[in-house]
């Protein structure tokens, strides 16, 4: 077996190790800073030790393997994705683009580069356990603050007494900022959703990490009694949110690369046999250009208004989030699409629907992502899955990135 099919399936291997580590019997659950984040640091000090690393865990519990350069005081690249997982995951979000890291390094076989390489696992990217998502990125760009710090969990904790509970010092926080002399950041990452399995394609080049709106759209009517108002006579509220969910399916159909979801509805008063009063439902609305997400989330609510109108309804709405695209670094993406040509893949570029600690990074250094394909799309479930001919040209292709870079800095 070829040195990089071998790291591929031992990559792979460890995935599945890291996702025996929960909170919950059974399923993968990881949360920041849990009671399994301690094992799972200590495989990954091991493998980067053995990769020739010499590894720190910060003190918001990044857990930072350093490969040296062949020379002193010179520049870094920074290779890295998390180590937390949503409720019930798969083996392989976040996790696969630190081992990868790791995998790369033991590629180099001891080999030394003009440049230093970081291998960094985030601490925190998902939000679950205190509704706050990126800590350990935040930390990493130096942007975590009182705010951050005071957030609690359901049981109370705060993100502070969770780091001490750890065994790390909150006040020694401003240490995990990255070197200021980094080259850029480089994250692997499953697609985690549909579009390279579509494609028949193992690799994505990431151009940009979609920008998010979040709404919430309230439909009010009249509550009356099912049986005895006429169809002619109803306020329905529910009825009115229902025209306006297809209207939203449409409407974000005809604008190519976007992407509109109602995934919440909430309804008042609820019962069998009561015309609904209310109903609140949810808009979330994503797209690579902001100015093509803003004109689309007009659309869609004077869309709502006029509905509302035609039914005798009102409609009111708030905005949740209006998160910015993030595009990722031009000089990157031109060496990622160089490697991935050499290693002998399609060039497929693509904008990331999800958001990733690169979009983090990027407000610090130059930031790439490298996607791969996810199997029958599937993500954030225990089915989740990757094939070992895509993790080894993923590390082929980070191989050739590292060698151009290595060009470059001669």
């Given at each position: 077996?070829?040195p990089?099919?071998?790291?591929?399936?031992?990559?792979?291997?460890?995935?599945?190790?890291?996702?025996?580590?929960?909170?919950?019997?059974?399923?993968?659950?990881?949360?920041?800073?849990?009671?399994?984040m301690?094992?799972?640091?200590?495989?990954?000090?091991?493998?980067?030790?053995?990769?020739?690393?010499?590894?720190?865990?910060?003190?918001?519990?990044?857990?930072?393997?350093?490969?040296?350069?062949?020379?002193?005081?010179?520049?870094?690249?920074?290779?890295?994705?998390?180590?937390?997982?949503?409720?019930?995951?798969?083996?392989?979000?976040?996790?696969?683009?630190?081992?990868?890291?790791?995998?790369?390094?033991?590629?180099?076989?001891?080999?030394?580069?003009?440049?230093?390489?970081?291998?960094?696992?985030?601490?925190?990217?998902?939000?679950v356990?205190?509704?706050?998502?990126?800590?350990?990125?935040?930390?990493?760009?130096?942007?975590?603050?009182?705010?951050?710090?005071?957030?609690?969990?359901?049981?109370?904790?705060?993100?502070?007494?969770?780091?001490?509970?750890?065994?790390?010092?909150p006040?020694?926080?401003?240490?995990?900022?990255?070197?200021?002399?980094?080259?850029?950041?480089?994250?692997f990452?499953?697609?985690?959703?549909?579009?390279?399995?579509?494609?028949?394609?193992?690799?994505?080049?990431?151009?940009?990490?979609?920008?998010?709106?979040?709404?919430?759209?309230?439909?009010?009517?009249?509550?009356?009694?099912?049986?005895?108002?006429?169809?002619?006579?109803?306020?329905?509220?529910?009825?009115g949110?229902?025209?306006?969910?297809?209207?939203?399916?449409?409407?974000?159909?005809?604008?190519?690369?976007?992407?509109?979801?109602?995934g919440?509805?909430?309804?008042?008063?609820?019962?069998?046999?009561?015309?609904?009063?209310?109903?609140?439902?949810?808009?979330?609305?994503?797209?690579?250009?902001?100015?093509?997400?803003?004109?689309?989330?007009?659309?869609?609510?004077?869309?709502?208004?006029?509905?509302?109108?035609?039914?005798?309804?009102?409609?009111?709405y708030?905005?949740?989030?209006?998160?910015?695209?993030?595009?990722?670094?031009?000089?990157l993406?031109?060496?990622?699409?160089?490697?991935?040509?050499?290693?002998?893949?399609?060039?497929?570029?693509?904008?990331?629907?999800?958001?990733?600690?690169?979009?983090?990074?990027?407000?610090?250094?130059?930031?790439?992502?490298?996607?791969?394909?996810?199997?029958?799309?599937?993500?954030?479930?225990?089915?989740?899955?990757?094939?070992?001919?895509?993790?080894?040209?993923?590390l082929?292709?980070?191989?050739?990135?590292?060698?151009?870079?290595?060009?470059?800095?001669?």
């Open positions: 077996m070829a990089v099919d071998a790291l591929a399936d031992e990559a792979i291997g460890r995935c599945r190790l890291l996702a025996e580590l929960s909170e919950e019997p059974g399923f993968t659950t990881r949360t920041f800073l849990s009671a399994p301690h094992t799972v640091h200590q495989h990954l000090r091991v493998w980067m030790e053995r990769a020739g690393m010499s590894v720190v865990t910060d003190h918001v519990g990044n857990v930072r393997g350093l490969y040296p350069s062949e020379r002193p005081s010179s520049p870094r690249l920074l290779i890295g994705s998390h180590l937390d997982t949503v409720p019930r995951a798969g083996a392989f979000d976040g996790v696969l683009g630190v081992l990868l890291g790791v995998a790369l390094i033991e590629l180099l076989d001891g080999r030394r580069m003009p440049f230093a390489i970081e291998v960094i696992g985030f601490s925190e990217e998902e939000g356990r205190f509704g706050a998502p990126f800590i350990g990125s935040r930390a990493l760009i130096g942007d975590v603050d009182d705010e951050l710090l005071g957030r609690r969990d359901k049981d109370g904790i705060s993100v502070l007494d969770a780091i001490a509970g750890f065994g790390l010092d006040s020694r926080i401003g240490e995990a900022r990255a070197c200021e002399n980094a080259l850029g950041f480089l994250e990452h499953i697609e985690q959703g549909p579009v390279l399995d579509h494609l028949g394609v193992p690799l994505g080049i990431v151009e940009a990490i979609s920008g998010q709106s979040r709404w919430d759209v309230l439909f009010e009517g009249m509550a009356n009694h099912a049986g005895t108002t006429p169809m002619n006579l109803r306020r329905d509220a529910l009825a949110a229902a025209e306006w969910i297809g209207a939203v399916e449409r409407e974000a159909g005809a604008v190519p690369d976007a992407v509109a979801t109602v919440r509805v909430d309804v008042s008063p609820g019962a069998d046999n009561v015309i609904p009063g209310s109903a609140k439902v949810s808009l979330d609305v994503r797209h690579a250009s902001d100015a093509v997400r803003h004109h689309l989330v007009t659309r869609l609510l004077r869309c709502a208004e006029q509905i509302a109108a035609g039914r005798c309804l009102t409609v009111s708030e905005q949740r989030l209006d998160q910015a695209s993030v595009a990722m670094d031009s000089a993406l031109q060496l990622l699409e160089q490697a991935v040509a050499s290693a002998g893949r399609p060039i497929h570029r693509m904008a990331s629907g999800a958001g990733h600690d690169a979009m983090m990074i990027a407000r610090l250094m130059p930031a790439s992502m490298l996607f791969l394909r996810s199997p029958g799309g599937i993500s954030h479930h225990p089915d989740e899955s990757v094939l070992a001919a895509d993790v080894a040209a993923a082929e292709a980070g191989m050739r990135f590292l060698e151009e870079l290595e060009r470059r800095h001669a």
